[in-house]
């Protein structure tokens, strides 16, 4: 297993563009979180899955965003109609189920994709 | 609310010389505690964790961190710093339900020679 990955890595994009991120888990994982990261912040949740139902929302995550998880195993964050605030690295993370050996809320987290809207 | 303090923003540490990073958390139940290190360009890489048992625990890369409840806190420590330690390290408390993690804003570590 290579660990979680994350596509693609860096992404210029014009203000106003729908830009689209993929995040392929840990496989057997059936966890899986989005957060962002700012410069000299630490990560802030968005979203999480459990399969595919997307089961908590951050109040971050406008409109503007969605993001879907179908069969429950790669997930896509599709940001709308960008702005210059929406520069960030996204993070992708994923954890494995109930019962398995190890630690049921450990997060392995992808090297990210990031995102400069000019 | 849950939340995560990293009072210091920036520590700067001789190679060699021994290392302690804070952090303080604020939640209403029984914490699950992490520390995370992030290298430029890299992703976030577990050092440690904390669910319950004995409150000192050891991580990868010659990193501890002890649980005190009376503080709230879950302090990093190494007893020698290497050059290669030099990075971004985050404190993280995860909610019970498994769904989200709150993170602190991160020690910037420098190592000089």
């Known amino acids: 297993d290579t660990g979680v990955s994350q596509n693609p890595r860096h992404k210029i994009t014009k203000r106003g563009q729908n830009v689209t991120f993929r995040c392929d888990p840990i496989?057997?994982?059936?966890?899986l979180y989005w957060y962002r990261q700012t410069l000299g912040q630490g990560p802030e949740f968005l979203t999480y899955?459990?399969?595919?139902?997307?089961?908590?929302k951050s109040r971050l995550l406008s409109d503007r965003f969605s993001a879907e998880r179908p069969k429950g195993s790669f997930s896509t964050l599709e940001i709308q109609r960008t702005e210059q605030g929406d520069s960030a690295m996204y993070l992708c993370?994923?954890?494995?189920?109930?019962?398995?050996?190890?630690?049921?809320?450990?997060?392995?987290f992808g090297p990210g994709t990031r995102l400069t809207v000019t | 609310a849950q939340s995560v303090t990293q009072p210091d923003i920036h520590i700067t540490v001789s190679e060699g010389a021994s290392l302690e990073l804070r952090c303080n958390y604020s939640?209403?139940?029984?914490?699950?505690l992490f520390w995370y290190v992030q290298s430029p360009g890299q992703g976030l890489q577990l050092l440690l964790k904390?669910?319950?048992?004995?409150?000192l625990v050891q991580g990868i890369k010659g990193f501890e961190a002890e649980f005190k409840r009376s503080q709230s806190s879950f302090n990093l420590r190494k007893p020698s710093v290497h050059w290669s330690d030099a990075a971004e390290y985050f404190c993280?408390?995860?909610?019970?339900?498994?769904?989200?993690?709150?993170f602190g804003t991160g020690t910037s570590l420098t190592v000089i020679p």
């Open positions: 993370a994923s954890s494995p189920p109930w019962g398995l050996a190890g630690a049921p809320y450990e997060q392995y």
């Open positions: 496989s057997e994982h059936n966890r």
């Open positions: 899955f459990q399969n595919e139902a997307q089961l908590e």
């Open positions: 939640y209403g139940a029984t914490p699950y």
């Open positions: 904390y669910f319950s048992g004995d409150t």
């Open positions: 993280a408390v995860g909610a019970n339900t498994g769904n989200q993690f709150y």
